[in-house]
């Protein structure tokens, strides 16, 4: 996506309905006021108001979109506590120090529930999102890294390498080019749409900085296997030595997991396990944007990243990449944790599952698509348009369901599977059973149309998707 860039040629202003300005001289309006400049003169706040509300009315309706991992809906409490802290920013730790305590209770509660051995030695920060997190977590595994190099790093021939699944989200892609850090990356193999542990572990020497496992994948919504890419590393390190330690970007999994899947193993339990991070504002129920990182221990967060500063009063340590940052966010955080508390959680998510798995069996019952995940692990359905199916593909559902409100992403794989493209449903809390019959029921009127066009129709693949991995 191309950074913002000014207007191209002439633009007209803003269009002002009469009664907003003629008639409303009260209103302050001179004239129309440009899209691209600043406006000359003040105007009105309730003129201000709505030519703003007026612009944002077409954006689209959150409570359709299939395509984000999002938070599209909180209750009112929620919202009001949002509202009484949208003041509040998060580094100003001394100015705020209930926020900052409640920021320090989520880190708590998630070094709990993530089974930190010792949850008091744990360390950890809220974030705007996973991305920050993530590149927070990275960072820390470079340092460690270099710090364990310091004989022959900075030089040459020790160039920083992290391993991956070719699936990542874009954020560790980011990671790697803003910090220089090598990606190096399993691909796809037949059926097998995320890492591979022993092709992870052939990937590593002793430039790898870590490993990157993902709870669940964007691509697909299936988890990685930790516990086993864990094992391969143990067996690595047995021949050779090399000590390599494993974050886990749990952006959506990380809140999942362990209200859903109790047993399965792949957080601290887990000693090779250094880092994780989730997204506050995924599954952790959370309007955009926060996310979190956590450490297992102190070891595993080299102690010159984090920056003490006294300069707002107090001496608070933090690592972040921004410095302000609104504190709202983590106040939503802890509402959500104290008022559903475990019992809650895992009835939200639940409910996110039993959806997701029954919309998979009804599309596989359409007799038209192969389903490549049935939201058992996200409750996110991969699916894509069964052998048979010549006249039209995913895109064309994609631009097709568009019209009616919903937006479900259409994309292609990476390597080695760029032959195959696939539509992606992400069921969250608001998407309800009576929505999941609405969606149903569109895609069942649209077949017998897809079926009857001579080819697939969708030219503009780009345009005609979104895809928000
Ligand atoms: C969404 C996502 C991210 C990025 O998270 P943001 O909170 O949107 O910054 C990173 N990793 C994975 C696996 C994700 O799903």
Request: contains cysteine; aromatic residues 8%.
């Amino acid at each position: 996506m191309p950074l913002s860039q000014g207007p191209k040629g002439h633009e007209r202003p803003l269009s002002v309905n009469p009664f907003l300005g003629a008639a409303n001289p009260v209103g302050g309006m001179t004239g129309a006021p440009p899209k691209h400049r600043l406006p000359e003169h003040p105007m009105a706040p309730s003129t201000a108001y709505q030519l703003v509300h007026d612009e944002l009315m077409l954006d689209g309706n959150a409570r359709l979109n299939l395509a984000t991992f999002v938070t599209t809906w909180m209750e009112p409490e929620a919202g009001a506590l949002m509202m009484e802290c949208r003041d509040k920013n998060m580094i100003d730790k001394d100015e705020y120090p209930r926020t900052a305590e409640l920021e320090r209770r989520c880190v708590a509660m998630l070094a709990d529930l993530w089974h930190a051995p010792d949850p008091s030695a744990a360390v950890g920060c809220s974030t705007t999102g996973s991305s920050e997190a993530c590149m927070l977590a990275g960072m820390a595994l470079k340092r460690r890294w270099a710090l364990r190099n310091a004989d022959r790093y900075p030089s040459r021939d020790a160039r920083p390498n992290l391993v991956m699944g070719i699936n990542v989200q874009v954020c560790w892609e980011k990671f790697c080019n803003f910090w220089e850090v090598e990606a190096r990356q399993v691909p796809m193999e037949g059926e097998r749409f995320h890492l591979d542990p022993q092709a992870a572990a052939e990937l590593c020497d002793e430039n790898t900085i870590g490993v990157v496992g993902i709870l669940g994948s964007t691509f697909d919504g299936s988890y990685e296997p930790i516990a086993e890419l864990c094992a391969a590393l143990d067996a690595l390190q047995e021949r050779t030595g090399l000590d390599i330690p494993v974050h886990v970007d749990g952006a959506s999994g990380a809140m999942i997991a362990p209200f859903l899947d109790e047993d399965l193993v792949w957080d601290f339990r887990l000693p090779r396990v250094a880092s994780i991070n989730t997204s506050g504002h995924k599954y952790g129920l959370v309007y955009p944007g926060v996310g979190w990182a956590l450490w297992r221990s102190s070891e595993a967060l080299p102690e010159e990243l984090v920056f003490r500063v006294n300069y707002l009063g107090g001496d608070m340590p933090t690592f972040a990449l921004n410095f302000s940052r609104p504190g709202a966010q983590v106040a939503a955080q802890y509402y959500t944790f104290l008022r559903l508390g475990r019992r809650g959680f895992k009835a939200v998510q639940q409910a996110s599952r039993d959806v997701a798995q029954s919309l998979a069996g009804r599309i596989e019952a359409m007799g038209d698509f192969r389903l490549l995940t049935r939201g058992d692990q996200l409750p996110v359905l991969a699916f894509t348009t069964a052998d048979g199916v010549t006249s039209y593909d995913v895109f064309d559902v994609a631009r097709r369901m568009r019209e009616n409100g919903w937006l479900v992403p259409a994309y292609t794989f990476p390597a080695n599977r760029q032959d195959l493209s696939v539509l992606r449903l992400v069921c969250r809390n608001g998407f309800s059973e009576d929505l999941a019959d609405l969606f149903e029921a569109d895609l069942t009127r649209l077949l017998p149309q897809l079926r009857a066009q001579p080819r697939p129709l969708t030219e503009d693949r780009a345009t005609a998707t979104a895809f928000h991995h």
